[in-house]
């Protein structure tokens, strides 16, 4: 073809390719990293990552990163191999910037997008969304939140929220998570049973007016089917939380002995009733 001899066609291909591999070389990979850690500074937090470099086509992509709370530094909120961050530069013409990404983590792999009202304040998100897959629970345990703290299984699923004004209370949110092959402990004892072992289960939540409605919380095993439903109290303080959840408990036989459940307290200090 003649356009494949034209010479200014590839000088033009051959200019863009030189161009590109020294924006890469010279990239500023460890001031967009400070620059990164005092965003997650100001957010309250603490950004520690291995490495940073850019990432095509308009991004930059973080190794070994882990997250955690300014306040709490035991607290580990995120740890994860790679997080790969894509900036939408269609949305700087828009009200508000966006930010996609995909990452791995927890021997898992997810996606998502976060909205900003700038991406000079990226600690702000007021939107977000997320979709994951074969997370590892036994590798994520949540500090301060002893209602799932030993669980395991793998999850998979999604989530997202939108925030208005800056507050929980004015903020909307749905969760769909589901579980397999896994094994949450229970606090205390329950018939002889330390845990609940369970082959399949299902959460469905939603986040509206400060408040989170459970609308479903199922878990089937071989042992025991548990049912739950209610509502999660939001404080400033997500550990402060109040529950006021309740359900049964089916214990697998014959005679199918079903047991009253009610879960109360706070989600750093829940507490079991069983009736």
């Not at 490495?51 to 909120?77: C, E, F, M, W």
């Not at 191999?81 to 894509?86: A, G, K, N, R, V």
């Not at 949450?184 to 959460?203: A, K, T």
């Amino acid at each position: 073809m003649r356009f494949l001899k034209n010479k200014v066609l590839w000088l033009a291909i051959y200019g863009i390719v030189i161009t590109s591999v020294f924006l890469y070389i010279l990239f500023p990979s460890s001031l967009v990293l400070r620059q990164l850690e005092a965003a997650a500074g100001s957010a309250g937090y603490v950004l520690n990552a291995g490495s940073l470099h850019p990432s095509l086509p308009r991004g930059i992509k973080l190794k070994n990163l882990t997250l955690r709370s300014a306040q709490t530094p035991d607290d580990v909120v995120f740890q994860g191999e790679l997080l790969d961050l894509q900036f939408n530069l269609l949305s700087i013409f828009q009200k508000n910037r966006s930010i996609n990404f995909s990452g791995k983590a927890y021997y898992g792999n997810f996606d998502g997008q976060l909205g900003l009202k700038s991406f000079a304040q990226t600690y702000t998100p007021f939107e977000g969304k997320i979709n994951f897959q074969n997370i590892d629970l036994a590798r994520y345990s949540p500090t301060g939140f002893p209602l799932f703290k030993g669980m395991t299984g793998l999850a998979r699923g999604s989530t997202f929220y939108v925030m208005n004004d800056a507050t929980i209370q004015n903020s909307v949110g749905k969760l769909s998570l589901y579980l397999s092959r896994g094994a949450y402990p229970l606090p205390e004892p329950f018939l002889g049973m330390s845990r609940i072992e369970f082959d399949r289960g299902e959460i469905q939540a939603q986040l509206k007016n400060g408040s989170v409605t459970l609308e479903k919380f199922e878990i089937n095993g071989k042992q025991i089917n548990c049912f739950l439903n209610g509502s999660i109290h939001l404080a400033d303080r997500v550990d402060e939380s109040r529950l006021n959840i309740k359900g049964v408990m089916e214990i697998a036989g014959k005679s199918k002995i079903k047991v009253k459940v009610t879960v109360d307290g706070t989600l750093a200090h829940p507490s079991f009733r069983y009736i």
